[in-house]
């Protein structure tokens, strides 16, 4: 019937290898006509001769996918497991449920879910479900057409479509009739490609590669401006890491052994006298006490350590960090060992978390996991939060650890050059314009260091969480690597804060966010704790280096909270994550971190004597 010949474009995935491979990983944009039970995919309008020609009787039709818009369709044969045959994506939901319902009058069987289509596909071979009387003299006489004319052989090298039928005589005279001059060119309703509703689906890879190329021509201009201006920079940095000071400062590192020691000798008295049943409740509060004593010395000591020497920052953040490090391991350890010892003293039915299995791991019951084995793996090991058993991977990989240590090597070296190119000049040329207060010489300023910091900060993160910390993992077999998450697609800062930090992130939520949860304390109070104690340590670790306390790390930590709920709010009022994304971009990376750089900046130089 007139009324179920469809006909338009849409967006299609057919399978590799003529139809015995995976999906193309391209969605192209191809018309599609569905009549007399047959869907036939065109690569144009104008073509006669079908790419793919799909029987719809004995299929299954599904909308699951990663859009509400896409259509899947299945094909059962008797005995055989159910095959995917073609993947579609309409241009609206509307045109979507058009094309659904003329596939069911033409036989397919239309389901909600994946799961009940292919239940239901069996049935409908069986005989169980006829497909309209009407149809069914067609798709016959189509049957018997493609036992006369069966498909060629299908070429092996063939990369995305079953090789194409042999045009039939009909083929042949449609070809005809749209090559003359009464042929109609406007055969349906369409939009522009640049209109809001194509923009969604249609492919912009030429657009993407003419801003890549813009973005390299007008970088290289800046490149080459800078060195006509500065030259090639000497490296201070590289001159203070020689500083006489700063090495007798690192030299102090082995006292910090210290804390770490003691800590583990309390656990392992614990665990013995809990083996031998002679550890007491009130043990508890005594040895998380001590425990908790040798923890803050191991913190406060380098701090005074590096307040006290005159030593270059950058030995100090080299001394500071692993410091703050090491402090937030010990404090996973205490409290983890310290739950696991209560649970089993206490005489109650208490909710194990052995229930949690964890893939690819050995994991020890308390007190069998305190030893040293166990402690210096914890110690050494990419994660912050201790548990009696890590997944592990199978093999060490030498030539996947040369690559990264090569990809490291390069990319501190694009810091170093990012940092003497173009950081510390910009800065520099600053202070007189933040001291008369020149408030569009600032915003000049501001603009003009956002894009080095930025990729400063792009480098930084991916020379430790991407690299540095797969090198540590691959030597010690780690096997969960999930040590960041994909932030760059955060539409509010609560996003970000969540997905870029993995490691900083679950020690958050587990020693701090749920025992303020589990204490009865507000959700919003809990997560003004954690942020509280992340403003600390990014008070720590930039602060006590520069030997500047003006705490604007630790306000502009605080200060994410209000614009999490801002973020938030704004999504939800223009109803779109990627307005957000351009809010988390522009507040966060282009006016956040420059104005922080400058002002520590200034801050230094109004404290110190010499120029860094």
């Known amino acids: 019937m007139a009324e179920d010949r469809r006909q338009g474009e849409l967006r299609v995935r057919v399978k590799r290898d003529g139809g015995r491979g995976f999906f193309t990983r391209n969605w192209q944009k191809r018309h ?73 009058r033409q036989g397919a069987i239309l389901q909600d879910t994946a799961s009940a289509a292919l239940e239901a596909v069996p049935k409908a071979v069986n005989g169980e479900k006829s497909i309209p009387s009407e149809d069914g003299d067609k798709i016959r006489a189509r049957r018997k057409s493609f036992e006369e004319h069966p498909h060629p052989p299908v070429n092996p090298h063939s990369a995305t479509h079953v090789p194409p039928v042999p045009p039939s005589p009909l083929h042949a005279q449609a070809r005809v009739a749209s090559q003359r001059a009464s042929a109609p060119v406007h055969r349906a309703p369409r939009y522009s490609m640049l209109s809001s509703e194509r923009l969604g689906y249609e492919r912009h890879a030429g657009l993407i590669n003419l801003g890549v190329v813009v973005l390299l021509a007008t970088h290289s201009r800046l490149v080459i401006e800078n060195l006509l201006k500065y030259g090639i920079m000497r490296p201070k940095i590289w001159m203070h890491f020689l500083s006489k000071n700063g090495w007798l400062l690192l030299a102090t590192t082995p006292v910090l052994a210290a804390a770490p020691t003691f800590v583990f000798i309390l656990e392992w008295l614990a665990a013995r006298r809990t083996r031998k049943d002679k550890f007491r409740p009130r043990d508890q509060a005594i040895v998380i006490a001590f425990q908790a004593l040798a923890a803050i010395s191991a913190l406060i000591l380098p701090c005074v350590l590096i307040l006290r020497a005159d030593a270059p920052p950058l030995h100090g953040f080299l001394l500071i960090f692993p410091t ?29 978390t052995e229930m949690l299995t964890v893939q690819d791991a050995v994991m020890h019951r308390y007190p069998d996991n305190v030893n040293v084995k166990d402690f210096a793996y914890f110690l050494a090991a990419p994660t912050l939060c201790y548990q009696t058993g890590f997944p592990r991977s199978e093999r060490l990989r030498p030539r996947w650890l040369f690559r990264r240590f090569v990809e490291l090597i390069f990319v501190a070296g694009l810091q170093l050059f990012l940092v003497e190119q173009y950081v510390l000049p910009t800065v520099h040329n600053s202070i007189v314009t933040l001291e008369h207060m020149n408030f569009v010489g600032i915003a000049e300023r501001i603009l003009k260091l956002s894009i080095p910091c930025l990729y400063l900060w792009l480098c930084s993160f991916y020379s430790l969480f991407h690299l540095w910390l797969n090198i540590v993992a691959e030597l010690l077999q780690f096997g969960d690597r999930e040590f960041y998450k994909d932030w760059w697609n955060a539409s509010t800062l609560d996003d970000y804060w969540r997905l870029w930090n993995t490691p900083v992130h679950k020690w958050l939520l587990r020693h701090i966010y749920y025992p303020c949860i589990r204490a009865g304390l507000s959700k919003n109070f809990a997560v003004l704790t954690a942020f509280f104690f992340s403003a600390i340590f990014h008070e720590l670790i930039i ?26 709010a704004l999504v939800k009022f223009l109803k779109t994550e990627q307005l957000g994304n351009i809010f988390f971009w522009l507040t966060f990376c282009i006016f956040g971190q420059p104005i922080c750089v400058l002002l520590y900046y200034h801050d230094y130089l109004l404290t110190h004597t010499h120029c860094p």
């Open 32 to 104: 599609v006509e569905l009549e007399a039970g047959s869907l036939r995919v065109y690569a144009r309008e104008e073509e006669r001769v079908p790419l793919e020609d799909v029987d719809v009787q004995g299929t299954a039709v599904s909308t699951l996918g990663s859009k509400p818009r896409s259509i899947i369709l299945y094909r059962v044969e008797g005995g055989k497991s159910p095959e995917e045959i073609i993947h579609m994506s309409a241009n609206t939901r509307e045109e979507r449920d058009l094309w659904l319902k003329a596939l069911r």
């Open 324 to 352: 703050v490090v090491l402090w937030m391991k010990l404090v996973s350890y205490v409290h983890c060992n310290a739950d696991l010892r209560r649970e089993a003293m206490s005489p109650k039915q208490v909710t194990s």
């Open 543 to 568: 602060g006590v280096p520069l030997k500047v306390f003006r705490l604007w790390a630790f306000f502009g930590i605080l200060l994410q909270v209000p614009l999490i709920s801002i973020s938030k």
